[in-house]
């Protein structure tokens, strides 16, 4: 039985989309169901990745969530580099630096202006939760907000 093939996203921002815009980000890691970035030392490596592209003007984080094999993040990009080169970058980056390895591609979707951005904020922080790891989303010590990026 052949397995499912699975198809390349088109990460193309349309002409009319603002620079700045705010997008929600997923990104798996390999393999999938393994604990591979819920450690103290490889979240504060993911974290600091963040940071370090975020201070080269590549992105805005407004949030970041780990779970143990994916993240979300709330963020806004400059129009150039732009999205998809800007998160394929990243990820070779940490690859190197923390030896995690990547599912090919990621999920984002720009978040529209009639969108709740603190409803989406909150779904993000709901997921360990949902996961059953932790009772509260208080208690979940892989996220990270704006003010800790700067």
């Not at 690859?95 to 990621?106: H, N, P």
């Not at 979707?109 to 969108?115: A, D, F, I, Q, S």
Request: glycine fraction near 6%; proline fraction near 7%.
């Amino acid at each position: 039985m052949n397995s499912p093939v699975r198809k390349t996203l088109p990460h193309n921002v349309p002409s009319w989309v603002s620079n700045g815009a705010d997008y929600f980000i997923t990104i798996c890691t390999l393999p999938r169901g393994e604990d591979c970035l819920c450690n103290p030392d490889v979240a504060i490596q993911v974290r600091n990745g963040f940071l370090v592209y975020q201070q080269m003007g590549k992105w805005y984080v407004h949030l970041l969530l780990l779970m143990p094999d994916h993240l979300h993040a709330i963020m806004s990009f400059a129009c150039d580099p732009g999205v998809k080169k800007s998160i394929s970058s990243w990820k070779q980056y940490l690859a190197r630096q923390a030896g995690i390895k990547w599912q090919r591609d990621f999920f984002e979707h720009r978040l529209r202006p009639n969108e709740g951005f603190r409803e989406k904020a909150e779904y993000i922080r709901q997921n360990p939760v949902r996961a059953g790891l932790i009772a509260s989303a208080e208690e979940w010590p892989y996220c990270w907000s704006a003010q800790d990026f700067r």
